[in-house]
C-alpha cells in the first residue's frame, strides 16, 4: 500500500501524483527526488518500483519479507538499510517493535514500513517544512529517517526504566507474580538491544564513507548526533539488563526466605501437635494399665487363684496403682507429661 508518494525539486513538493507512473514521468520532467513510502507491500507491489529504480532482488526480497536485523547493504549506486523501531504501549506496559526498510539512490528514497513505528508521516511533514534540510538530497531523508528511529527509543527507555522500578517495588513486597514479569521484560531488553546494538554499526559504516561520497558536513553533524544518541541508549539497555538480572536473583531469595518461613512455621506446628501427641499417648497408657489388669480379672476363668484370695482386691488396686505411678514417673522424666 503506498501511504505517500511526491516528488522534490530544489527542496519543495512539485506534485502529488496519483500513480507511480505518473511518479516516474514527474521525476524524469523534474529531475527532482522521488520520496514514495509504502506500508507492507507485496512483491508484486514492489516489482513496479524494483523495475524502474533497478532494485536488487535480494534487497526486495528482504522487504517483502521482513524480519530482517538492522543492517547496510550496497548493490551499485543504492543503498538499502534495514531499521527496527520501537515504541512503548503505555496500555500493556509492553515494547512494540517494527521495521522499516529505506532504498537510497541519487533521485529517490522507498521507505518500506512493516508496522506502526516510526512516525515517517512525521518525518516527511519536517522536512518539508526545512526545505534547505530536503535539498540536500536522499541522504537528508536517510539521516531524518535515522534520527527519528533513535530518537523515539528515549519514550521507550524511559517506560521500561518505569517497569523496572514498579518490578523491584514487587520483589521486595514479596509479589508472587513478579518472577514472570521479570521474565517478559528480560525478553523485551534483549530484543530492544538486537534492534539498537546493530544500529551502530549501520551508523558507523555510513560515517566511513563520508568522504568517499561527499557527504554535506551538516548531515555528517546530523550523523554524529544521531550516533551519541544511540550510544547512550545501548549504555542505558546494558544497565536495564544488569537490574533485571539482579531483581531475579534477589527475588529468588526472597522466595526462599518466604518458603524457609512457611516450613519453620509448618515444622513448629509439626512439633506442637507432636507434643500433643506424646501427652495424650502417655495419659492413655496410664489409663491402658488398669484397664488391662481389671480386663484380666474380669474374665470368668475358673481357675484363678487370685479371686478366691482374700487379699486379691486390693492386689488388683495396687498393682494399678504401681503400674499408673511407674508410667506416670517415667512419661514426666522423657519430658511427655
Given at each position: 500500500m503506498i501511504v505517500?508518494?511526491?516528488?522534490?525539486?530544489?527542496?519543495?513538493?512539485?506534485?502529488?501524483?496519483?500513480?507511480?507512473?505518473?511518479?516516474?514521468?514527474?521525476?524524469?520532467?523534474?529531475?527532482?527526488?522521488?520520496?514514495?513510502?509504502?506500508?507492507?507491500?507485496?512483491?508484486?507491489?514492489?516489482?513496479?518500483?524494483?523495475?524502474e529504480f533497478d532494485l536488487h532482488p535480494l534487497a526486495v526480497e528482504d522487504a517483502v519479507q521482513a524480519h530482517q536485523r538492522p543492517k547496510l547493504e550496497r548493490y551499485g549506486d543504492t543503498l538499502f538499510v534495514v531499521l527496527r523501531a520501537a515504541r512503548y504501549v503505555d496500555d500493556r506496559e509492553?515494547?512494540?517493535?517494527?521495521?522499516?526498510?529505506?532504498?537510497?539512490?541519487?533521485?529517490?528514497?522507498?521507505?518500506?514500513?512493516?508496522?506502526?513505528a516510526p512516525d515517517l508521516a512525521g518525518v516527511r511533514r519536517r522536512m518539508e517544512h526545512d526545505p534547505d534540510l530536503l535539498r540536500r538530497g536522499a541522504e537528508a531523508v536517510l539521516y531524518a529517517i535515522l534520527d527519528r528511529v533513535v530518537d523515539d527509543y528515549a519514550p521507550v527507555v524511559a517506560g521500561v526504566e518505569n517497569d523496572i522500578e514498579e518490578i523491584e517495588a514487587e520483589v521486595f513486597r514479596g509479589d508472587p507474580g513478579v518472577s514472570q514479569r521479570i521474565y517478559e521484560l528480560s525478553r523485551e531488553v534483549v530484543e530492544f538491544q538486537r534492534a539498537a546494538r546493530p544500529l551502530g554499526t549501520v551508523l558507523?559504516?555510513?560515517?566511513?564513507?563520508?568522504?568517499?561520497?561527499?557527504?554535506?558536513?551538516?548531515?555528517?553533524?546530523?550523523?554524529?548526533?544521531?550516533?551519541?544518541?544511540?550510544?547512550?541508549?545501548?549504555?542505558?539497555?546494558?544497565?536495564?539488563?544488569?537490574?533485571?538480572?539482579?531483581?531475579?536473583?534477589?527475588?529468588?531469595?526472597?522466595?526462599?526466605?518466604?518458603?524457609?518461613?512457611?516450613?519453620?512455621?509448618?515444622?513448629?506446628?509439626?512439633?506442637?501437635?507432636?507434643?500433643?501427641?506424646?501427652?495424650?499417648?502417655?495419659?492413655?497408657?496410664?489409663?491402658?494399665?488398669?484397664?488391662?489388669?481389671?480386663?484380666?480379672?474380669?474374665?470368668?476363668?475358673?481357675?484363678?487363684?487370685e479371686l478366691g484370695w482374700q487379699y486379691g482386691y486390693p492386689l488388683a488396686l495396687g498393682l494399678m496403682v504401681v503400674t499408673c505411678g511407674s508410667l506416670f514417673a517415667v512419661f514426666r522424666r522423657l519430658g511427655w507429661i
Open positions: 505517500d508518494n511526491a516528488v522534490y525539486t530544489d527542496g519543495r513538493r512539485v506534485g502529488r501524483p496519483a500513480s507511480l507512473g505518473a511518479t516516474y514521468e514527474l521525476l524524469r520532467e523534474s529531475r527532482g527526488l522521488a520520496w514514495i513510502g509504502l506500508y507492507r507491500p507485496t512483491a508484486d507491489e514492489l516489482a513496479s518500483l524494483a523495475r509492553e515494547v512494540e517493535f517494527a521495521e522499516v526498510h529505506v532504498f537510497v539512490g541519487d533521485d529517490f528514497v522507498l521507505t518500506v514500513r512493516h508496522g506502526e558507523a559504516r555510513l560515517s566511513a564513507g563520508f568522504d568517499k561520497y561527499g557527504i554535506d558536513e551538516e548531515l555528517q553533524r546530523s550523523l554524529r548526533d544521531v550516533q551519541d544518541h544511540l550510544v547512550q541508549v545501548i549504555e542505558r539497555l546494558d544497565g536495564f539488563r544488569q537490574l533485571l538480572q539482579a531483581a531475579l536473583t534477589v527475588n529468588a531469595t526472597v522466595v526462599a526466605q518466604q518458603q524457609n518461613a512457611e516450613m519453620k512455621a509448618l515444622t513448629e506446628v509439626s512439633v506442637a501437635q507432636n507434643e500433643e501427641v506424646k501427652k495424650i499417648s502417655a495419659w492413655a497408657a496410664i489409663l491402658f494399665a488398669p484397664t488391662l489388669i481389671g480386663t484380666i480379672y474380669g474374665m470368668n476363668f475358673e481357675v484363678m487363684p
